[in-house]
């Protein structure tokens, strides 16, 4: 290993790290479930699934090469078909925050350096053991972080995504990358991609798209579930069997079905309805939802990339063979993405007004961390755009570090209190 | 209300493309044996009735149009021209009805086309798509077609700025080169219009391509999809009068995420269906009306079939999730919600 650091120290830090890590998820899974009352019975299988979210004793992964990815622009249905599993690692942890300083500024985006802290310790969700780490070339941080494979000693491997997707130039280099991707997947892992094994693979994705979107629907409907039970179903997906993550889904909307003709909602009738947008909230870095809910806020609709960024757009193929279905998978991973790494992205502000309409939002918290440039650059573009259709704006900037809620706690509380004067 | 709303909730959970192919026989039948069952639709049909094939129920208008043309300057701008008139109404009355389904639902020879595209599918080789640069060059081609099938039959009976007139052989310039004057008659039994004529150099030229015209047809159609409609006049004159169609393709630009699902099921391969977001009406010059881009839709209500203003077949999420499953079994998806 050509770290910087001896073998000794690498030690300690992967023991403490990981203590830390721990606690961190205790605390913060403690904030998430203890401070609310009546959690949907659906939210405790997810729950679960957190509490134990670093241990590795997880059946799905039994005998199955599991392809790490980072960013939403890693084609799913691509690693399902060669019957890998996919795990997200972008990390939410302040504990590899810290460790993750090691390599990069300080002032990068804290979920860069979260994620390298996690990757260099080996602290990965559900203990897994990629043999690939597939790493977009997105913002500038992920691109230099894409360099670090070797120092790191591991499976780094850069999926090139262009900077625009408007063009058609565009989509066609990115057809290309991602047919590149096919062979080292097809490589790493030994299986083939058949055409059967990607049909079955499109419609297993497309179960759980199916049934995010009827969650989705339920939202809109009324006030059922909270928004932090919803980032954190959704923060799930990220490492959890596909599968099954449909199926406990699927219970909890038929709850939330109920919970709508019951009238049983959360939250009290005049609580503000929020669009969360910015950076992505990952467990356990719930900060941001947890004290606007705490506060009597509403988070009715995220535009994350941990969230509905991810899972919503669907896979249309005309011909079932592999020449239409590979670019089709790679159309629906750059096409409909609204990551701000792409410009102009209009398709943000779009997205989210369409958000702001069918959630009837009251108002719209922007989430920025310190150093992610492109969501602090963007959050001028999408402020006006909001704010000229009346929707009052919050920005905020924050990083994993909890020492700054009770600031967070004024300004939000502040805001809310301005929408529900509104009401 | 119940009822209404299952009705709606049906329809747009069909399978659109099964009925157009069932539709597109049953026009087949009527534009290719039509006059063996008594059926007579006139001469300003708006798709290929070719009336070089005895069974066809009637004359594809750009017959029409060549034939009229085919007089004197003196003789169109007078009593002669409202014949013209009424013939060109009578187009646009048809026309309107069904706006370019004409194209997709009903043209024998885009019929033909999709079978080929059928065949491929089933031997499992790739089809081709024209680049945007492409895309954009070649779609001139059938406004070209359509200028010269209106201006060579008036400068074989004129002399245009005073040059010679155009033989008597290039006339019906179109008719003399297109497929369908080839290959409908053969479905009636029909070989005569295979040929090659000596008679004179232009009609040597003019049948040599029809031949050529011919090959490339077939071989298009095999490498791309409805290769042919991108080069079809018919098609160009259609898209003049598409926009007083009461048959409408309509998008509502707020609800697009720009995924692109239309524009990649897309047989013409037309892009501007999903990169444009601020057009209500998205039909254009290409487009056949087959609606297979609704069909691919998975956003509610962002693309809709309307007549006039009544929405015949919107594209939802259920209906996507039913079609696009590649298990072709719509009981393997989970239950859908139902809005209360």
């Keep these: ?423 | 209300m119940k009822a209404n709303k299952k009705i709606i909730k049906y329809i747009n959970n069909t399978n659109l493309s099964r009925f157009r192919f069932w539709f597109q026989i049953f026009s087949f039948i009527i534009f290719v044996y039509g006059s063996y069952f008594l059926i007579d639709l006139g001469q300003n049909i708006p798709t290929f009735a070719c009336p070089y094939n005895p069974g066809s129920p009637g004359t594809c208008f750009l017959i029409s149009i060549q034939h009229q043309m085919h007089t004197t300057w003196s003789a169109l701008f007078s009593w002669r021209g409202v014949g013209f008139l009424t013939s060109l109404l009578s187009f646009v009355l048809f026309f309107v009805l069904f706006n370019k389904a004409w194209c997709g639902f009903m043209c024998p020879l885009g019929t033909i086309q999709d079978w080929i595209t059928k065949l491929r599918n089933r031997l499992g080789i790739r089809f081709s798509n024209y680049d945007e640069k492409s895309f954009k060059k070649l779609s001139w081609i059938k406004y070209v077609l359509l200028v010269l099938l209106v201006f060579i039959p008036l400068a074989i009976a004129n002399s245009i700025f005073g040059l010679p007139k155009v033989s008597h052989d290039m006339m019906s310039p179109f008719c003399q080169i297109c497929p369908a004057r080839i290959i409908l008659p053969l479905f009636s039994g029909d070989t005569s219009q295979i040929f090659i004529n000596f008679r004179s150099t232009v009609t040597l030229v003019m049948s040599l391509l029809a031949i050529l015209v011919l090959a490339l047809f077939f071989i298009g159609a095999f490498v791309k999809k409805r290769f042919f409609c991108f080069f079809c006049p018919m098609s160009a004159l259609q898209y003049l009068f598409s926009k007083i169609g009461i048959l409408r393709l309509t998008k509502v630009g707020d609800k697009c995420t720009r995924c692109g699902n239309c524009s990649r099921v897309c047989d013409m391969g037309i892009l501007s269906i999903a990169e444009d977001v601020t057009s209500v009406n998205v039909v254009t010059d290409n487009c056949m009306m087959c609606f297979k881009c609704v069909e691919a839709c998975p956003e509610e209500g962002c693309l809709d079939v309307k007549v006039l203003n009544f929405k015949l077949f919107s594209s939802t999420e259920e209906g996507f999730f039913k079609r696009f499953n590649p298990a072709g079994d719509s009981k393997e998806l989970p239950p859908s919600n139902q809005k209360i």
Aim: include cysteine; charged fraction near 30%; charge should be positive.
């Design chain 1, 1 to 423: 290993m050509l770290h910087t650091v001896s073998e000794d120290r690498f030690r300690r830090m992967k023991k403490t790290g990981s203590i830390h890590y721990n606690m961190e998820i205790k605390k913060n899974l403690a904030e998430v479930v203890d401070k609310f009352p009546d959690n949907p019975i659906g939210m405790q299988y997810f729950y679960k699934r957190f509490e134990k979210f670093l241990d590795g004793d997880d059946n799905s992964f039994k005998n199955k090469k599991v392809i790490a990815s980072m960013c939403i622009h890693v084609p799913l249905e691509l690693i399902y078909a060669v019957r890998a599993v996919p795990v997200r690692i972008c990390s939410g942890a302040y504990s590899m925050d810290q460790i993750g300083t090691e390599f990069l500024p300080a002032k990068t985006c804290p979920m860069v350096k979260s994620t390298l802290g996690a990757i260099y310790l080996d602290i990965l969700p559900g203990n897994i053991d990629p043999v690939l780490i597939v790493n977009p070339a997105t913002c500038d941080q992920k691109k230099k972080m894409g360099e670090l494979g070797e120092e790191l000693n591991s499976p780094l491997y850069m999926l090139e995504v262009p900077p625009t997707k408007d063009t058609e130039e565009a989509r066609r280099y990115w057809h290309r990358v991602v047919k590149k991707f096919v062979k080292k997947l097809e490589s790493v892992t030994g299986n083939k991609i058949t055409r059967r094994s990607l049909k079955k693979a499109i419609l297993m994705v497309a179960k759980a798209q199916a049934e995010y979107r009827r969650f989705n629907q339920l939202r809109g409907m009324a006030p059922v579930i909270y928004g932090k039970d919803a980032i954190l179903l959704t923060n799930a997906y990220f490492f959890d069997d596909i599968e099954r993550w449909t199926q406990k889904l699927y219970e909890l909307n038929n709850e939330l079905d109920n919970r709508v003709k019951e009238r049983k909602y959360v939250g009290r009738p005049n609580s503000p309805r929020i669009l969360l947008t910015g950076s992505p909230s990952i467990f356990p870095n719930m900060k941001l939802p947890v004290l606007i809910e705490e506060l009597g806020g509403l988070v009715v609709y995220e535009e994350f990339c941990s969230t509905s960024r991810m899972i919503w757009d669907t896979v249309a193929v005309d011909e079932w063979f592999l020449f239409d279905m590979i670019p089709a998978v790679a159309d629906r991973y750059l096409k409909p993405s609204t990551c701000p790494n792409f410009s102009p992205n209009n398709d943000r502000k779009r997205k989210i007004l369409k958000g702001i309409k069918e959630f009837a939002i009251d108002g719209v918290i922007y989430q920025t961390f310190t150093g992610c440039q492109l969501y602090d650059m963007e959050s001028r573009m999408v402020g006006h755009y909001v704010e000229k259709m009346g929707i009052p704006t919050l920005f905020i900037e924050s990083d994993y570090n909890p020492d700054d809620s009770g600031q967070l706690i004024t300004r939000l509380e502040a805001f809310l209190d301005s929408l529900k004067n509104k009401k």
